[in-house]
């Protein structure tokens, strides 16, 4: 029988108030042995992820946000271990990625029915990350939502909001950025936006194309100088007309460096700050094993 440990972070959005009985029926019905352990802290996640691992279990599976599921990947990448997802979070990012149903229970079905595959991850300062490295306006507003109880309750919908509290004050900010070998680039940038699969947000297809098993990742940089360009940009995207801009470059690369030139910018990666510019990302290829994907 197939074993799996739960480690569920109390302090998620929908934590509190998850039925821990339906998550134990759910692993029941699909005859997996299952055992619930929680904690209120990263580093508590870290560590059970690690004892978890070493029981010697075919899966772990992260009941929170995509910061939970980020703390668990050191313990796993490289390893037989499959990393599974309970979406309890603000915005699920990669469960969404992943197409799967957001209500916990039925979450736990897809993947325990579906097939596993060998994914990519991303390293960011040394911090691997599963769906999402960023620096300037999206790890704003992720900073913003992050600090603020209030924001996080209103779950997918605080980011957007954070992004209009933000938006009149927001100016490009000189950035040297490498990507892959090729010569350095200097740009007014409002946001570089690294991504390991097809969306931003867990909604919008900010690189329709792109897949998290194919070896890169995806850069997508928005230049420009003040809010007018921003929400310029965030309608195009939306509309999905972005990527034959001049003043969006888009890439697939296997590293990028971003260094200003100026003030430090902020600097995110899959919801949690990570502090400020510079920043170093790298590809880690087939790295991770994955429970529940499906394609479209």
């Known amino acids: 029988m197939p074993r799996a440990v739960v480690l569920l972070n109390p302090r998620s959005r929908s934590g509190r108030n998850v039925s821990v009985g339906r998550i134990l029926e759910a692993f029941a019905e699909a005859?997996?042995?299952v055992e619930l352990w929680a904690g209120d802290s990263p580093d508590w996640t870290v560590s059970a992820a690690v004892r978890a691992r070493d029981l010697g279990v075919d899966a772990i599976f992260g009941a929170g946000g995509d910061g939970v599921l980020a703390q668990i990947l050191p313990a796993i990448v490289?390893?037989?271990v499959a990393l599974?997802?309970?979406p309890l979070g603000t915005g699920n990012v990669w469960a969404r990625?992943?197409?799967l149903p957001l209500q916990p229970r039925r979450a736990i079905v897809a993947q325990l029915v579906g097939p596993t595959t060998q994914v990519d991850v991303g390293l960011a300062n040394g911090r691997l990350f599963l769906a999402i490295a960023s620096v300037g306006l999206d790890a704003r507003i992720v900073e913003l939502v992050e600090s603020d109880a209030g924001a996080k309750a209103l779950g997918q919908l605080a980011y957007p909001l954070a992004g209009l509290a933000l938006a009149s004050g927001l100016r490009g900010t000189a950035t040297r950025v490498w990507l892959d070998d090729d010569p350095p680039i200097d740009l007014n940038l409002l946001a570089g936006i690294i991504t390991n699969g097809?969306?931003?947000g867990g909604l919008v297809p900010l690189v329709p194309q792109a897949r998290f098993d194919d070896g890169v990742l995806d850069a997508s940089l928005f230049v420009g100088g003040g809010p007018f360009e921003a929400t310029a940009h965030a309608a195009r995207v939306l509309a999905g007309l972005h990527q034959?801009?001049?003043d969006v470059v888009m890439r697939r690369v296997r590293r990028a460096r971003f260094e200003s030139l100026a003030q430090p910018l902020p600097v995110q990666t899959d919801g949690d700050i990570l502090g400020t510019t510079?920043?170093?990302v790298e590809v880690k290829p087939a790295a991770l094993r994955v429970l529940g994907v499906t394609r479209a």
């Open 84 to 86: 599974g997802v309970v």
């Open 244 to 246: 034959a801009r001049h």
């Open 78 to 80: 490289n390893t037989d």
């Open 198 to 200: 097809r969306l931003y």
């Open 97 to 99: 990625e992943l197409r």
């Open 278 to 280: 510079p920043l170093a």
């Open 31 to 33: 005859a997996w042995s």
